[in-house]
């Protein structure tokens, strides 16, 4: 997808001002934190597993190049291909050349983040072939032609109104006065009019949480089983995924399966987890009988040995961006590309730039709760600064943060001026604000004070009274 | 230098080293020979087989599952019936080939002539399938199913109604168990479907909904063995 990411305060500024979104945007804290706290209570161990997968995401990291051949070698083993992608373009080619093969006029999809990173549905349409989501958010979202707002909840910043407004508009041979009204009217109508979409795919194209070294296979992990009729039904399944994702043995993934949806969903597990590994054996009843998996790098190999390696043990369970103040406050469309919250602000620099992705590790108030929650225990606020950094250092900072940042070290460098300066500064506003005890606007604040008031100070500094009371004890 | 070289030339640069050999390889090559348990949570320790089954029903009614417990095989038609009946179900069933006559468990459907009964995969025009599993996880109320001649993975998505089969025996405590049984038998399944309860989705406003592209209804039949 074209990315945006360097409009970040414009977007940001059109969320907050969009009452729809707003108000979709609510359903994030009773839905995710509440339920995520409540299935990490009912794990003592839960800690003691962050830690582990930690430690096991950093073993693989270091011997990365070693799993990935293990790998390769298990699916070739089962009779599947594996096809190494540098770049989004190269992935995408691999896709196509698979469904040209098959004569594909339809692919069925489950829901993938990398093939959103690679933008492989506008790809394929136009190269004739029609790309079918089949997740019920996704395929909302496609509806819409939308990108998706949130990593495991695509359509998270829409609402029922809206979803009913779409359905009429799209679904035209039922009955336009038919109810949607309930939940339920939804999904009975998505089931129904998906279900032939499944038998007439000539490919399924799945994403993958997991790639495990010791058997070759992929591992999907879905609610809704819509990745499972995918790869089910079409005639080659095609999993489309990237480097990081592997992980050394089944006992691995079951580490992580238990991290993973108690992060994102609040589920023990969720619903349907599915290891796949190769194409349907001769005397198998079902299943498909071709089995690909695209292996994308797209600079995540760049990113080892590198102050952002940690970034590569996420396993994206989004629980970063259900608990971050600020996706909370403009939704994940507003961040531009892919990747949405803390882990698409460090994520989507690291592979599409700092130079048009800079904004987003500005937009951080630096809280904390992304770090404190991520089952992966990567330090994301660290890395965000990291980012903050890298920009100053480019010069891509803006003109006024670079003075202001200017002015502030020759202050902070300088104590007596420092104490100086500020002493005379709170007198004065001690003074100016001890009739109302606020300010409605100050020169210099104006961001600051147009939409609060500044309490005013009480008159001497930090300082002074840390001083004299130390002198009295 | 072909993709493939590439991405494995870009890592080990970016690691600041060459190929793994030798003793280099060794931690990651051990790991694979011999697989190890990382922690596994407290739950299921110390239980018999009665206290992981009742474990394994009280996980998969969490999970929104029904459940009903029998004392042998022989029993499963009539429990299938009943449930049937009781949920005002169409009184028709697909089952899977290992429950078919030449199959691993054939059931025996003469007590109750009501009930219309295939054996076969899924096409999409079934109403309720009925599968074995491989395996039953108690720690988190999980079944696991594996594909195979006698087992199409159809059965366990198509249908609106799926029943599974599990017998007291096959009922482990960690998903670890299921991964020392699996490996036993051989190479991977082409799929090893770990299900726990009905399909569902928050995609619209985040409220749960049940059935949505696989079974709105998942009962689990225990036997006692």
């Given at each position: 997808m074209q990315a945006t990411s360097h409009r970040f305060k414009d977007n940001a500024h059109d969320a907050l001002n969009d009452a729809v979104l707003q108000r979709a945007l609510g359903n994030l804290k009773t839905g995710f934190q509440e339920r995520r706290r409540h299935a990490v209570a009912g794990l003592p161990e839960f800690e003691g597993l962050c830690d582990e997968g930690r430690d096991l995401k950093n073993h693989v990291l270091t011997h990365l190049d070693y799993y990935l051949e293990r790998f390769e070698e298990k699916v070739i083993e089962a009779g599947g291909h594996v096809h190494w992608c540098r770049t989004p373009a190269e992935a995408r080619e691999a896709v196509l050349a698979i469904?040209?093969?098959?004569?594909?006029?339809?692919?069925?999809?489950?829901?993938?983040?990398?093939?959103?990173?690679?933008?492989?549905?506008?790809?394929?349409?136009?190269?004739?072939?029609?790309?079918?989501?089949?997740?019920?958010?996704?395929?909302?979202?496609q509806l819409r032609k939308e990108p998706p707002s949130h990593i495991i909840a695509p359509a998270i910043h829409v609402t029922q109104e809206q979803i009913a407004e779409d359905f009429r508009r799209h679904h035209t041979d039922l009955d336009p006065n038919r109810p949607l009204d309930e939940p339920r009217d939804f999904t009975d109508e998505a089931r129904q009019k998906l279900r032939?979409?499944?038998?007439?795919?000539?490919?399924?194209?799945?994403?993958?949480?997991?790639?495990?070294?010791?058997?070759?296979?992929?591992?999907?992990?879905?609610?809704?089983?819509?990745?499972?009729?995918?790869?089910?039904?079409?005639?080659?399944h095609v999993v489309v995924t990237s480097i990081e994702?592997?992980?050394?043995?089944l006992d691995d993934a079951a580490t992580l399966l238990r991290l993973l949806a108690r992060s994102a969903t609040g589920q023990e597990m969720s619903v349907y987890t599915t290891f796949s590994t190769g194409p349907r054996r001769s005397a198998d009843g079902d299943g498909p009988d071709g089995f690909h998996v695209?292996?994308?790098?797209?600079?995540?190999?760049?990113?080892?040995?590198?102050?952002?390696?940690?970034?590569?043990?996420?396993?994206?369970?989004?629980?970063?961006?259900?608990?971050?103040?600020?996706?909370?406050?403009?939704?994940?469309?507003?961040?531009?590309?892919?990747?949405?919250?803390?882990?698409?602000?460090?994520?989507?620099?690291?592979?599409?730039?700092?130079?048009?992705?800079?904004?987003?590790?500005?937009?951080s108030t630096f809280c904390g709760r992304c770090e404190a929650v991520c089952p992966m225990r990567i330090p994301l606020p660290k890395m965000m600064r990291h980012y903050r950094m890298r920009e100053f250092e480019k010069g891509l900072s803006p003109v006024k943060a670079r003075w202001g940042l200017a002015v502030w070290t020759a202050l902070a460098t300088r104590p007596r001026l420092y104490q100086g300066m500020t002493k005379v500064a709170m007198a004065v506003l001690g003074r100016f604000g001890r009739l109302r005890g606020r300010f409605r606007s100050l020169p210099l604040a104006g961001g600051w004070t147009s939409v609060r008031d500044m309490p005013a100070p009480q008159g001497p500094t930090f300082q002074d009274l840390y001083r004299r009371r130390r002198g009295r004890s | 230098m072909s993709a493939r070289d590439q991405i494995l030339a870009s890592v080990r640069k970016s690691l600041g080293r060459g190929p793994l050999t030798g003793e280099a390889e060794a931690p990651a090559r051990d790991r694979l020979a011999a697989p190890v348990r990382n922690?596994?949570?407290?739950?299921?320790?110390?239980?018999?087989r009665a206290g992981l089954v009742a474990l394994l029903v009280e996980k998969c009614r969490e999970t929104a599952c029904s459940v009903d417990?029998?004392?042998?095989?022989?029993?499963?038609?009539?429990?299938?019936?009943?449930?049937?009946?009781?949920?005002?179900?169409?009184?028709?069933?697909?089952?899977a080939p290992a429950f078919g006559a030449g199959g691993d468990a054939p059931l025996d459907w003469t007590d109750t002539p009501t009930l219309e009964v295939a054996t076969g995969g899924a096409d999409g025009s079934e109403?309720?399938?009925l599968t074995p599993v491989l395996a039953a996880v108690a720690e988190t109320g999980t079944l696991v199913l594996v594909s195979g001649s006698e087992t199409p993975t159809g059965l366990n998505f198509l249908p609106e109604t799926h029943i599974a089969v599990v017998r007291a025996s096959q009922v482990v405590g960690p998903l670890e168990d299921a991964w020392t049984q699996l490996r036993g038998a051989g190479a991977i399944p082409r799929t090893v479907n770990l299900i726990t309860g009905p399909s569902r989705t928050g995609d619209i406003e985040q409220k749960i909904q049940m059935g949505v592209h696989g079974p709105r209804r998942l009962h689990v039949i225990v036997v006692a063995d």
């Open positions: 469904c040209r093969e098959r004569d594909a006029k339809t692919v069925t999809k489950g829901k993938s983040m990398v093939a959103e990173e690679i933008a492989l549905n506008d790809f394929l349409e136009a190269n004739g072939i029609e790309p079918v989501e089949t997740d019920l958010g996704e395929y909302i979202i032939d979409r499944y038998f007439q795919a000539d490919v399924g194209i799945t994403g993958a949480n997991f790639l495990i070294a010791e058997t070759g296979s992929t591992v999907i992990v879905t609610n809704e089983g819509n990745g499972d009729l995918t790869q089910l039904l079409g005639k080659t994702k592997i992980v050394p043995t695209i292996l994308l790098d797209n600079g995540r190999s760049a990113m080892l040995g590198t102050e952002f390696q940690d970034m590569l043990r996420c396993i994206r369970c989004s629980a970063c961006m259900n608990h971050c103040p600020v996706y909370a406050a403009v939704g994940g469309h507003a961040y531009g590309w892919v990747y949405p919250g803390p882990m698409g602000a460090v994520l989507t620099p690291s592979l599409i730039g700092v130079e048009e992705a800079g904004h987003l590790p500005n937009a | 922690l596994i949570p407290d739950r299921t320790a110390g239980r018999d417990e029998v004392r042998d095989m022989s029993a499963v038609p009539s429990a299938v019936q009943s449930y049937l009946t009781r949920e005002n179900l169409p009184a028709r069933l697909t089952q109403d309720t399938s």
